[in-house]
């Protein structure tokens, strides 16, 4: 398999972050995030779309664990009505024409093939504002089993995907109660990931991406 570095610039790299409810972000591409800020200049924009309340709070207290060595950074929590995302594309495509100025190296947003309506969203508008960006598409696990064939992988070392989950636990206390969430499921995907790439950590997260210029 052929390992693609990203090129080295004097600037620092620009990350768009995309996630419909608090904790999407974290699950789906935490550990590459955190790999990128431990060897790159990095300022990254933070976006969690739905969440309100208790759910808001720990939005921010997660990215500001997660994003704690960014040379800059921008969290935005929006309060859109989970599960309504759909019926909310209006509001929702004139926020993300409000982020065309943040002009990203990378961006990070589901896959287009998610299960949920509102992460299908996201997707969807994702591609539809940003015509000339590398997009790399996360994954959630669900109950509705719509995991796939991914084809993009960063390996993760030990000490980041450790990072990685104890972030989540500690952050997201309101989601621990659900039996999806737990330590085993993120790590178990992490390690699925992990083998289908041959990482030497034996863990990765994957990606979809449908566009790359070599």
């Known amino acids: 398999m052929l390992a693609l570095n990203l090129p080295e610039k004097p600037e620092p790299f620009k990350i768009l972050c995309l996630g419909a409810h608090s904790d999407d972000i974290e699950i789906g591409c935490g550990g590459t995030i955190l ?67 943040t002009t990203p190296d990378i961006i990070f947003t589901h896959q287009r093939k998610d299960a949920h309506q509102d992460h299908r969203v996201l997707a969807e508008l994702t591609w539809n504002t940003f015509r000339n960006h590398l997009i790399l598409e996360y994954e959630i696990p669900k109950y509705d089993g719509d995991l796939g064939q991914p084809n993009f992988f960063v390996p993760l070392e030990r000490n980041i995907y450790e990072q990685k989950l104890e972030y989540l636990m500690q952050a997201f206390a309101t989601q621990r109660s659900k039996q999806w969430f737990d330590r085993d499921t993120f790590l178990g995907l992490m390690r699925l990931r992990g083998m289908e790439c041959a990482s030497s950590s034996a863990h990765a997260e994957a990606f979809y991406c449908r566009k790359l210029v070599l």
Do not use: C, M, Y
């Not at 709070?57 to 309504?84: C, Y």
């Open 35 to 101: 790999r990128l800020l431990s060897t790159r200049n990095v300022e990254v924009v933070w976006v969690v779309f739905g969440a309100s309340n208790e759910r808001e709070q720990e939005a921010r207290n997660s990215a500001a664990l997660f994003l704690s060595s960014a040379k800059t950074k921008e969290v935005i929590v929006k309060n859109f009505r989970d599960g309504f995302f759909p019926f909310e594309g209006t509001k929702i495509k004139e926020h993300f024409e409000e982020l065309k100025a």
